[in-house]
């Protein structure tokens, strides 16, 4: 079983940048399709980006767009979101999963591997 980890979460300042990595435990080249949610306290969570399993497709929210990108690495088994000009409604804990075979798209039922997530705080 694929395992995910999170990683790069942290504080930082309205307008600033952070970068998340999520490192599966195993090879994921055109294996699976990756994707990026988030949950802020007392909302639900959220589709924020997705890449498909040969990153020939990727897909955003409409709140990020223009400010995150997805990207994946296979040589190293890990996918990045690249996040700028980030908002105090960007805090939320951040998490990434995995679907086998098939694209997750935005949706949470679309995958059945996840992290345990990463805490981005955006204040001044």
């Known amino acids: 079983q694929l395992a995910l980890v999170e990683s790069g979460g942290g504080l930082v300042q309205p307008g600033g940048s952070l970068s998340l990595s999520c490192t599966a435990s195993g090879f994921i080249r055109d294996e699976y399709s990756i994707g ?6 007392g909302k639900e969570r959220e589709g924020v980006s997705c890449v498909t399993r040969t990153g020939d497709y990727t897909s955003y929210a409409e709140s990020v767009k223009g400010r995150f990108t997805i990207s994946r690495d296979d040589a190293k088994d890990t996918v990045y979101l690249f996040m700028h000009n980030l908002e105090p409604s960007d805090t939320a804990v951040y998490y990434c999963a995995a679907a086998r075979r ?11 591997v996840w992290g345990q997530g990463t805490q981005v705080t955006v204040s001044s």
């Open 36 to 41: 990026w949610f988030r949950q802020a306290p």
């Open 102 to 112: 098939y694209f997750g798209g935005l949706k949470s039922e679309g995958y059945n």
